[in-house]
């Protein structure tokens, strides 16, 4: 997959990568990578974008996992919990993480028309929200920076 982010790549490396993950992950922290876990991250997996929750839980109750909320809510939280996926605050949604294997505290881009969602690392943004924190005695429990404009293809041309 390309670094950069919106690229045109093969996703099924995405997904599968994301599935292998989760199986090591699980295994070596003794999680329990449920079945209905599992499929909510296969459903988050399956592109580029943020998911709300009943999105989710559609897909789920179509494998036949049920169709109340708390069975998505609690797959969702769990894989949030475990590094697999992340909250995207401006959509009130979930996207699976792009990189599974590092602790990191992405940017999320977020185009407006398409709402396809990007993870990137931005540590120098990460490094100054530390600086600007620290210089104000404040504790960082959680940073979620999200940007909202236009990915590349349905960014017009200014021409």
């Known amino acids: 997959m390309s670094d950069l982010p919106f690229a045109e790549h093969d996703h099924t490396h995405c997904a599968s990568g ?53 069975v998505a809510y609690r797959a969702l939280d769990f894989l949030v919990e475990n590094g697999l996926a992340h909250r995207v605050q401006r959509l009130n949604a979930f996207a699976a993480c792009t990189q599974p294997s590092k602790h990191h505290r992405p940017v999320f881009m977020i185009c407006r028309d398409c709402e396809q969602v990007a993870e990137a690392e931005a540590d120098e943004v990460q490094e100054t929200l530390i600086n600007v924190a620290a210089r104000a005695d404040f504790e960082i429990e959680r940073v979620n920076v999200e940007i909202l404009g236009l990915c590349p293809s349905c960014k017009v041309d200014p021409a």
């Open 18 to 70: 994301g599935l292998i993950h989760a199986d090591r992950l699980a295994e070596e922290k003794g999680l329990r990578l449920t079945p209905v876990r599992r499929a909510a991250l296969e459903i988050l997996l399956s592109g580029h974008r943020a998911m709300g929750a009943y999105e989710v839980l559609d897909h789920l109750k179509n494998k036949g996992f049920g169709s109340q909320p708390p």
